[in-house]
């Protein structure tokens, strides 16, 4: 099936490092999404992008649309202990009338202090 | 504000047994999905419905049953459960501004 992946898999950053991830596919989507995970609970959405080129904030993350809509990154400022967690990116597929969400692999990131 | 609720949170079941995982939303929203997530895969899905009545399988289907008889609620059932089937299980209930998942189902197939 399709895939999204994500890089880096995983991440080991210091408070206080802004964090970059991507998430790239071979196909063209039309809206990227990207979530976020804590322990033992379900992943919350932290930002939508619907356009090409778009760039959204949401506090300290910051999300972009890539221009040739096969990519999306995340960048995360300032990082803080609570930024722990693991991050999804997702894109829905279309196939005949109905969409798809389909998930990257996702990127663990953990906080030293 | 439930949004999506998910139940139970744990349950073991034996090889063989069947189960209905509960899925319900307050949101109007027409579109829900069930997940499953394991280790370094991410989540992959199973099963989605675009309205009451209507489902579809997903990337993993095999194993797994679903009805959709009203807007809110989305059952999934394991008719016979192996131990592949162990796993942390998400319903999801989407809208254009997103999916809404609910907290989860770990399940332990022995």
């Known amino acids: 099936g399709q895939q999204l992946n994500q890089s880096p898999q995983s991440m080991f950053i210091q408070e206080g490092e802004d964090v970059s991830m991507n998430c790239t596919s071979s196909?063209?989507?039309?809206?990227w999404l990207w979530y976020k995970q804590d322990p033992g609970e379900g992943p919350v959405l932290l930002i939508a992008?619907?356009?090409?080129?778009e760039l959204t904030s949401n506090g300290r993350l910051t999300a972009q649309f890539g221009i040739t809509r096969k990519d999306s990154f995340l960048n995360i400022s300032a990082s803080i202990p609570s930024d722990v967690g693991i991050y999804f990116c997702?894109?829905?597929?279309?196939?005949?009338?109905?969409?798809?969400?389909?998930f990257g692999t996702g990127t663990r990131l953990q906080v030293t202090l | 504000n439930a949004g999506v609720t998910q139940t139970p949170k744990f349950q073991v079941l034996k090889t063989g047994q069947s189960m209905t995982l509960q899925c319900a939303q307050d949101?109007?929203?027409?579109?829900m999905s069930w997940y499953r997530q394991d280790p370094g895969m991410g989540l992959r899905l199973i099963h989605y419905?675009?309205?009451?009545?209507?489902?579809d399988q997903g990337e993993v289907p095999n194993g797994y049953n679903v009805s959709r008889s009203t807007t809110e609620d989305f059952p999934l059932r394991l008719l016979s459960a192996a131990p592949s089937q162990t796993s942390v299980y998400f319903c999801?209930?989407?809208?254009?501004?997103?999916?809404?998942f609910g907290q989860g189902t770990r399940l332990t197939v022995v």
């Open positions: 999801a209930s989407t809208s254009r501004g997103g999916a809404f």
């Open positions: 196909s063209i989507f039309n809206t």
């Open positions: 992008l619907y356009k090409a080129g």
């Open positions: 997702a894109g829905p597929i279309l196939t005949g009338t109905a969409s798809k969400l389909t």
């Open positions: 949101m109007n929203h027409e579109y």
């Open positions: 419905s675009v309205g009451a009545g209507i489902t």
